[in-house]
């Protein structure tokens, strides 16, 4: 009966955290470190195992005796202060799931992990294509096995993403007049920019195609536009009627000298046949 009694405290007492693994993405040969959940002073044993068959290293703090599996001889760094094991120089073949077993007499801790190891992700090739309409470029961005293109106009371009089953994506999209390509992947990313002002016929006179910025006190631009518009027809009719009014000015003027010339002729004849009669 104390037997029993003595067991199902025992079991009571056995405290497990196992919970969901927490994913991990390492780049080929980074390190990765595997922590236990809890302080090292409460437990008393330390086991590391992966895809749960693989011993990867065992710890009994009382003996201070560490045994490591050859596969990972040399490959890990052990801490007695904290009891963290860091596995290093990671490989693709290390992917999987690695969990932590903390014990003692009294309660168990368990921490699991998730790892998964890629390769280092390429710079991506960005390439421009420019059309005969000068206010349209095709950009294309490859990187991997993957491309993703589209068509600019007036300086305005949708965003586009593409995305393989292993996780590698690729990006392509416009920010402040930059044409930015991202290539990436959980672990690691690698970015490739063009500044639009290097498309050397690209929207070359943008104010043409741009909307108007509103005015100083901050009306909308449609109105500064039309403003200046209403102006500028005003000044050229202004401009009109002046032209017109010098020119009539001008009809009449040689109307008038032309008379006083005519009347001025015919005196001059009269006077001359009155000299000659006397």
Request: with cysteine; proline share 3%; net charge negative.
């Amino acid at each position: 009966m104390e037997m029993k009694l003595q067991l199902i405290f025992t079991l009571s007492t056995l405290i497990s955290i196992t919970g969901s693994s927490d994913p991990v993405f390492r780049v080929v040969g980074d390190s990765f470190r595997l922590e236990i959940n809890g302080s090292a002073s409460e437990f008393d044993d330390f086991f590391w195992v992966f895809n749960s068959t693989v011993n990867v290293q065992k710890y009994y703090k009382i003996l201070k005796h560490n045994t490591q599996t050859p596969r990972y001889k040399d490959r890990v760094e052990f801490n007695e202060e904290t009891c963290s094991l860091t596995l290093k120089n990671v490989q693709k073949d290390d992917s999987g799931l690695y969990e932590v077993k903390a014990s003692s007499t009294e309660k168990t801790a368990v921490a699991k992990y998730r790892l998964s190891v890629f390769d280092p992700v390429e710079a991506p090739v960005l390439s421009l294509t420019e059309s005969t309409d000068t206010c349209n470029i095709t950009l294309t961005c490859r990187g991997h096995d993957l491309s993703v293109s589209l068509r600019c106009s007036y300086r305005t371009c949708e965003e586009k993403e593409v995305t393989s089953p292993g996780g590698v994506a690729l990006s392509l999209y416009v920010r402040d007049s930059v044409i930015i390509c991202n290539h990436s992947n959980p672990a690691s990313w690698k970015q490739k920019s063009v500044e639009m002002k290097a498309c050397r016929h690209f929207c070359a006179d943008t104010d043409a195609v741009s909307p108007p910025a509103g005015n100083s006190a901050g009306e909308p631009a449609g109105n500064s536009t039309g403003e200046s518009a209403g102006e500028s027809a005003g000044e050229s009719a202004g401009v009109s009627v002046c032209l017109l009014t010098a020119g009539i000015y001008s009809v009449i003027l040689i109307i008038l000298l032309s008379a006083v010339i005519t009347v001025h002729i015919r005196e001059r004849r009269n006077k001359s046949s009155k000299l000659s009669n006397d």
